[in-house]
């Protein structure tokens, strides 16, 4: 398993505008979420560091859309190569997670690309003029180490955009798997 970071764009930078088909296959626009900050997640089923936090990113979005956070997730890995990513097995896992945001399918890999994503988990938390704010990790915690799941950094960074202030400068990449190119 190589460890692959986020490429960390600069900070301001504009959020790419997009239409994916969710799991189901309903096109989710960019643009639904205009006004409001906005997180946009790079995630697969089958990554281990995904599936270390899974049930924390249900829960994130549990207690952060609520307080008008729109949140998406984006799958842009190879599924005829990796068929646990397929939208088929996405739709089991946002039943076994209980995802509560939009669960979307990059079959092109054009977001994933327009967002210069790279692994898997990969976090872009936009404020609600559409700037780059924070990408970074969930939290401390990786597969096989002791730091608690509590998505510390990424929940500072919202609770910053929510009370209309800026997330610290000082940001740590996430790590995980790259995202698997066609």
Not at 88 to 112: C, N, P, T, W
Not at 136 to 160: W, Y
Request: glycine fraction near 8%; aromatic fraction near 10%; proline fraction near 8%.
């Amino acid at each position: 398993m190589a460890l692959t970071p986020s490429s960390m764009i600069p900070l301001g930078t504009p959020m790419p505008a997009f239409t994916l088909p969710n799991a189901d296959g309903t096109p989710i626009d960019s643009r639904a979420f205009s006004g409001k900050p906005l997180l946009v997640m790079f995630i697969c089923n089958h990554c281990p560091f995904v599936k270390h936090i899974a049930d924390a990113l249900a829960t994130f979005g549990q207690e952060t859309m609520p307080k008008g956070l729109g949140v998406v997730a984006i799958n842009s890995n190879d599924f005829a190569s990796y068929p646990e990513d397929s939208p088929a097995k996405m739709r089991e896992e946002i039943a076994l997670r209980g995802y509560g945001f939009e669960y979307l399918v990059d079959e092109e890999q054009s977001v994933a690309k327009a967002f210069d994503a790279t692994c898997t988990p990969d976090f872009f938390l936009f404020d609600a003029e559409g700037k780059l704010v924070y990408r970074g990790q969930f939290d401390d915690s990786s597969p096989g180490n002791d730091a608690p799941v509590n998505g510390r950094d990424l929940h500072a960074a919202v609770d910053a955009v929510l009370a209309g202030k800026e997330p610290v400068q000082d940001q740590v990449a996430s790590i995980g798997c790259n995202i698997k190119w066609k």
